[in-house]
C-alpha cells in the first residue's frame, strides 16, 4: 500500500503549488513595495469642464484648496470615489467626473450648475430643476433671477409650472417675476407689472385651462379698466376677478359667457 509521500504525482503538485503562492506573495510584496515609491504619489490635478460646458464659477486654485486635504494617496490606492465626493461637495459642482492619469495625476471634468431662480430666498434652482447652495450674489452678478417657493422637493414643479405661465403671458405681454407653491398646493405668482395672479389649485378646471381663458378674455377687460390692477383672481371655474390698487369696495367680477363668476 503506498503513501501519499511515494506518490510522485501529489508531491509535484503540491511543490508547483507552494511554488506558485511564493511567487504570487513575492510579486505582492514587490508590487507594494513598488506602489509606495514617491514617483506615484498624486502630484498634479488637471481640471476640466465637461462637454458642451463652461466653468464660470469655479476657478482651479479655488477647488485645490478646498480639496486639496482630501486627495490623499497614491495613483494605486487614492479613492476616486471619495475624491469625487470632494468635488461635488464644492458650490456650483453639480458632477464630477475623476479618472487617473499615469502616473501621477487625476483628471477631474466638473459640470457646473446654471442659476436658474432663487429657492425659497436662501438658495438656488439650477436648470435640471434641482436645489443648490451658493453665493446668491454671485449667482445674480449678470440679471436678477426670478424667485421661486414651494415645499421641499417641488422645485422641478414650480419650474415647470413657471415656464408655463411664461407661454401663456405671452400674448399679453407679461411676465412672471415671482412663483409661489404653498402647502396646500395652492398657486400664487407675482407678475412683471407688480400685480398679483392667484392661480389656486390643480383641481376641478386644472391651472393651466383658466390660464388659458384668462389669457384669451383679459385683453378686452384691461382695456375698459383705468385703475392699475392689483390683484388677479383666477379661483373661479367659469370666470375671474379683478382688484384694482387701492380698490375700496368688492373686487371687478369678469364672467365667461357661460354665467356668473363663482369660487370652486
Known amino acids: 500500500m503506498s503513501t501519499p509521500w511515494h506518490d510522485t504525482r501529489l508531491l509535484n503538485s ?4 507552494l511554488f506558485a503562492a511564493a511567487l504570487a506573495a513575492l510579486l505582492g510584496s514587490a508590487l507594494w513595495w513598488l506602489s509606495q ?3 506615484f504619489a498624486i502630484q498634479h490635478i488637471r481640471v476640466d469642464a465637461a462637454a458642451g460646458h463652461t466653468l464660470r464659477y469655479l476657478h482651479e486654485p479655488v477647488l485645490r484648496a478646498v480639496v486639496g486635504d482630501r486627495v490623499g494617496g497614491n495613483f494605486f490606492v487614492i479613492d476616486l470615489q471619495e475624491v469625487r465626493a470632494a468635488f461635488e461637495a464644492v458650490p456650483w459642482v453639480r458632477r464630477a467626473t475623476v479618472r487617473r492619469v499615469w502616473p ?15 429657492w425659497n430666498r436662501e438658495a438656488l434652482v439650477n436648470t435640471h430643476g434641482e436645489s443648490f447652495a451658493a453665493n446668491l450674489d454671485e449667482a445674480e452678478e449678470e440679471r436678477a433671477l426670478p424667485h421661486f417657493s414651494g415645499p421641499v422637493g417641488t422645485e422641478k414643479l414650480v419650474m415647470e409650472r413657471w415656464l408655463e405661465l411664461i407661454e401663456a403671458l405671452k400674448p399679453l405681454g407679461l411676465a412672471p417675476a415671482e412663483l409661489e407653491l404653498s402647502p396646500r398646493e395652492a398657486w400664487t405668482a407675482r407678475l412683471s407689472d407688480g400685480s398679483r395672479l392667484l392661480l389656486g389649485r390643480d383641481q376641478g378646471v386644472s391651472v393651466r385651462e383658466r390660464l388659458a381663458l384668462w389669457a384669451e378674455v383679459y385683453p378686452k377687460v384691461a382695456g375698459r379698466i383705468n385703475q392699475r390692477i392689483q390683484t388677479i383672481d383666477l379661483r373661479y371655474p367659469n370666470g375671474f376677478a379683478l382688484r384694482p390698487v387701492a380698490f375700496g369696495g368688492d373686487a371687478i367680477r369678469e364672467p365667461q359667457a357661460a354665467g356668473g363668476s363663482r369660487r370652486p
Open 37 to 39: 515609491r514617491p514617483m
Open 14 to 17: 503540491v511543490a508547483n503549488a
Open 104 to 118: 501621477d495625476s487625476l483628471h477631474v471634468t466638473l459640470e457646473e450648475h446654471r442659476a436658474f431662480a432663487i
